[in-house]
């Protein structure tokens, strides 16, 4: 495609993917915005149009990283069908398959320092990924007397913590490889220690 040639909405999305491409070259910090504008065959004023910089940019492409990361989180949960540990379990998954099928998105979401809540379209959409393993955490307690369930943010971020340590086990590095279990192992097992911890699951 020609420099410049991008219709208006083809542009700002063509950014993002040249975007992707770069992090997962070289990390969500060691490009530039003239780079960007380079990969997309577009001229280095091009990305202004759209953006007003190299972290807007970046929070663009966060924003649209997290709404499939929880569009993966609700679809995985489905309403908490067949059980809800089956189902929460299945959340952890889709964690781990999101990291390992869309890398770029998921070092500028958790790995570019930038300020979630400075952006209010940013925030919207990383709370959504927050508030589907919160409803999962939910449920996993919905049979427990009140006074005996946890707080569901709690163990929402918890197990957000947990699934995030083995993504870096497994990833830059792979000094998870050494482990004589998967990935998908060590998360679903560390979940099931943590949730008999809780007195959730016997």
Same mark, same amino acid.
């Given at each position: 495609?020609?420099?410049?040639?991008?219709?208006? =909405?083809?542009? +700002?999305?063509?950014?993002?993917?040249?975007?992707? *491409?770069?992090?997962?070259?070289?990390?969500?910090?060691?490009?530039?915005?003239?780079?960007?504008?380079?990969?997309?065959?577009?001229?280095?004023?091009?990305?202004?149009?759209? /953006? *007003?910089?190299?972290?807007?940019?970046?929070?663009?492409? &966060?924003?649209?990283? /997290?709404?499939?990361?929880? &569009?993966?989180?609700?679809?995985?949960?489905?309403?908490?069908?067949?059980?809800?540990?089956?189902?929460?379990?299945?959340? =952890?998954?889709? %964690?781990?398959? /999101?990291?390992?099928?869309?890398?770029?998105? %998921?070092?500028?979401?958790?790995?570019? =320092?930038?300020?979630?809540?400075?952006?209010?379209?940013?925030?919207? &959409?990383?709370?959504?990924?927050?508030?589907?393993?919160? +409803?999962?955490?939910? &449920?996993?307690?919905?049979?427990?007397?009140?006074?005996?369930?946890?707080?569901?943010?709690?163990?929402?971020?918890?197990?957000?913590?947990? !699934?995030?340590?083995?993504?870096?086990?497994? +990833?830059?590095?792979?000094? =998870?490889?050494?482990?004589?279990? !998967?990935?998908?192992?060590?998360?679903?097992?560390?979940?099931?220690? %943590?949730?008999?911890?809780?007195?959730?699951?016997?």
């Amino acid at each position: 495609m020609a420099r410049d040639s991008y219709h208006h =909405g083809n542009l +700002r999305q063509a950014l993002v993917e040249a975007t992707v *491409s770069l992090i997962e070259d070289k990390g969500p910090m060691a490009f530039t915005l003239a780079e960007a504008a380079r990969q997309a065959g577009v001229s280095a004023a091009a990305p202004y149009r759209h /953006f *007003s910089g190299r972290e807007q940019l970046l929070e663009e492409v &966060a924003r649209q990283g /997290f709404l499939d990361f929880a &569009a993966r989180l609700e679809a995985a949960f489905d309403e908490g069908r067949p059980s809800a540990l089956s189902a929460f379990l299945r959340m =952890g998954q889709a %964690y781990l398959g /999101f990291a390992a099928e869309k890398p770029g998105f %998921y070092m500028a979401m958790f790995e570019a =320092g930038l300020s979630i809540a400075g952006n209010a379209d940013l925030a919207a &959409a990383a709370e959504r990924a927050e508030a589907a393993l919160v +409803r999962g955490a939910e &449920a996993l307690f919905a049979r427990l007397p009140a006074d005996r369930r946890p707080p569901p943010s709690m163990v929402a971020n918890h197990v957000w913590a947990l !699934s995030h340590g083995v993504v870096e086990l497994f +990833r830059r590095g792979r000094p =998870g490889a050494r482990s004589p279990i !998967s990935a998908d192992q060590m998360l679903e097992s560390g979940v099931l220690i %943590y949730l008999r911890g809780l007195g959730v699951i016997e």
